[in-house]
């Protein structure tokens, strides 16, 4: 059993940065690949990132690419989200997730997930 507490949302302007964690509990954190997803307003959940379980490996979303970054830190049960060069789109509450052996850009590879963070970017 993992569960996940996502920080660090807020309202940025854009052009601007922020840095959301996402804090694990349990003594397997090291077990899961780690994925950030987001919801913007009337639209459904979508992939942004993800991290192997080693933190080598890291996937994203095309329009992210370049601009936010993944990664993890095992010996704290976290992982991060930063991301720079925000942009209105951007608007949406991003989830944590932890998912079974491989990184997966797939909803239903992540077996447990937080309650997620809004972020808001003004133009």
């Known amino acids: 059993q993992v569960q996940l507490v996502e920080s660090g949302g807020g309202l940025a302007q854009a052009g601007g940065s922020l840095r959301l964690s996402c804090a694990a509990s349990?003594?397997?954190?090291?077990?899961?690949?780690m994925g950030w997803f987001r919801q913007a307003p009337g639209k459904e959940r979508e992939f942004v990132a993800a991290?192997?379980?080693?933190?080598?490996?890291?996937y994203y979303e095309d329009s992210v690419k370049g601009r936010f970054t993944i990664s993890r830190d095992n010996a704290k049960n976290a992982v991060v989200l930063q991301m720079n060069s925000l942009k209105p789109e951007d608007t949406a509450v991003y989830f944590c997730a932890a998912g079974s052996e491989f990184p997966s850009r797939r909803q239903h590879d992540y077996d447990y997930w937080g309650q997620g963070t809004q972020v808001t970017v003004s133009s």
């Open positions: 349990g003594r397997t954190f090291s077990s899961y690949a």
């Open positions: 991290i192997s379980r080693t933190g080598i490996s890291t």
